[in-house]
């Protein structure tokens, strides 16, 4: 069976302090992987995504990067943290396929300070 | 862009009652999802739609996908306090990179 990895599960952080956040994939091979950042209640904002080792898709301006080292593994990256950063961080993954579904993983809360 | 909105944003009831809640779109998606999410966790699938005007059924949820495939509706019978969660509508990028587009939320509350 799969499994999806994120940590650390809580992060507080000073603002202007770097930042790297691990998701990791169990069980599967070649996923769509995915992070998103969700607001308090809010829905889900797509950050980046990636089809392969390598290929990183930026969905939205912003303070992070993505890098994806190997195949299962997907990371998220800030040099120097911002205040509007704060968040809950969900990594998912997904088949090359259509319709297939996103399992989430349990998610990282971010406090920058 | 495409966006979905979700409405209400809020939604307090007794254990019992009937919701709906809605999901809308100006855009048209190949596919819609429908997500709960607890607190603190990531969200689970509950359902895709896939065909504009497609009914399916999850024991008391009821998913429908507009015939025009830009909005969807969730409608829960007999409202349970486990049904309590964050309900959240994805809709699949029509610009077929596998992306999905996530609505605003509708935050239910189930009271015993």
């Known amino acids: 069976s799969q499994t999806i990895h994120q940590w650390p599960a809580t992060l507080v952080q000073p603002v202007g302090s770097p930042l790297s956040l691990e998701c990791t994939v169990e069980?599967?091979?070649?996923?769509?992987l995915y992070w998103y950042r969700q607001a308090a209640g809010r829905g889900l904002q797509l950050l980046f995504y990636s089809v392969g080792i390598g290929q990183i898709s930026s969905e939205v301006p912003q303070n992070l990067s993505a890098s994806r080292p190997q195949d299962r593994q997907f990371i998220l990256s800030s040099k120097k943290l911002l205040l509007s950063d704060s968040g809950f961080y969900l990594c998912?993954?997904?088949?090359?396929?259509?319709?297939?579904?996103?399992?989430f993983g349990p998610g990282t809360r971010l406090t920058v300070l | 862009t495409q966006l979905l909105e979700q409405s209400p944003q809020f939604l307090s009831i007794q254990e019992g009652e009937n919701l709906t809640v809605y999901c809308n779109s100006s855009s048209v998606f190949s596919s819609l999802q429908w997500y709960r999410q607890e607190p603190g966790e990531g969200p689970v699938l509950l359902v895709t739609v896939v065909t504009g005007g497609e009914v399916k059924k999850l024991k008391r949820l009821t998913f429908q996908f507009g015939d025009a495939r830009k909005d969807s509706s969730l409608h829960i019978t007999a409202a349970q306090p486990g049904d309590t969660g964050l309900y959240l509508c994805a809709g699949e990028s029509s610009s077929g990179t596998y992306k999905y587009i996530f609505g605003t939320g509708t935050r239910l509350k189930v009271l015993a």
């Open positions: 998912a993954w997904s088949r090359l396929q259509f319709l297939d579904t996103q399992y």
């Open positions: 069980g599967t091979s070649n996923p769509n």
